[in-house]
């Protein structure tokens, strides 16, 4: 059951540019996280946003959620070439996390 | 540092052979996960346990089978494995108690990527 969607499925920018990734999903949920993935490795936790929070800062990366769209953005400001990967955001249901299929980001130099 | 390993990044493995993918975790988490990655289709909750002995169905449990005899370990197995799963398989622990710790962070393994002949 997939309910998280992130878009755009794929997104190249020039180094130095900020990069935006949105996520939306269908059920009401108690939090939201972002996850980045490097090429054929594990995942690794970013950021988690709770229902009644509107923005996070994390660094570079900025969270938004919107509850009344079941909508979130993922920002990431002055990106560098380690920040190729793919980004995935998970959505909680019952007694686990649902991931969206992520945005595979890539930044050229 | 949280640090999950697992016990192989690659295994070929034929159709039929019993496989088993372990997954230790070295800073007493409660909750342990195995998900299944494939181009996508993001990541696919396979079992999930919440303490020693106890585990619990995902989205995909049909093919597989899970061990956790010690809270640090947490043991996929296929029992008779097939093409169709050959995949990416992860395995993450999240600190957070009970079933309901399944819904905060999770700290991940670097991933086992499968084939299957």
């Known amino acids: 059951s997939q309910q998280g969607e992130e878009d755009p499925q794929a997104l190249s920018i020039q180094e130095g540019e900020n990069a935006t990734m949105n996520c939306s999903y269908k059920t009401s949920i108690n939090n939201l996280q972002w996850y980045r993935q490097n090429s054929g490795r594990g995942l690794v936790h970013l950021i988690l946003?709770?229902?009644n929070e509107r923005e996070k800062h994390s660094g570079r990366l900025r969270v938004t959620l919107d509850t009344s769209k079941k909508s979130s953005s993922l920002l990431i400001t002055a990106s560098r070439a380690a920040d190729t990967a793919s980004y995935f955001c998970?959505?909680?249901?019952?007694?686990?996390?649902?991931w969206g299929a992520g945005t595979k980001l890539i930044i050229k130099p | 540092d949280v640090k999950v390993t697992q016990s192989s990044r690659y295994l070929v493995k034929r159709t039929g052979e019993k496989v088993f993918l372990e997954c230790v975790q070295d800073m007493d988490h409660e909750n342990m996960f195995w998900y299944r990655q494939d181009p996508g289709l993001g990541l696919r909750l396979i079992y999930f346990?919440?303490?020693?002995?106890?585990?619990e169905k995902g989205d995909i449990p049909e093919g597989y089978s899970v061990s956790r005899e010690k809270k640090e370990r947490f043991s996929l197995i296929l029992e008779s494995a097939s093409t169709n799963q050959t995949s990416m398989y992860l395995c993450a622990s999240s600190l957070a108690l009970g079933k309901a710790g399944g819904k905060e962070t999770q700290y991940f393994g670097p991933g086992t990527r499968l084939l299957v002949l």
């Open positions: 946003i709770r229902s």
């Open positions: 998970a959505t909680d249901s019952n007694y686990q996390l649902i």
């Open positions: 346990s919440y303490d020693v002995k106890m585990k």
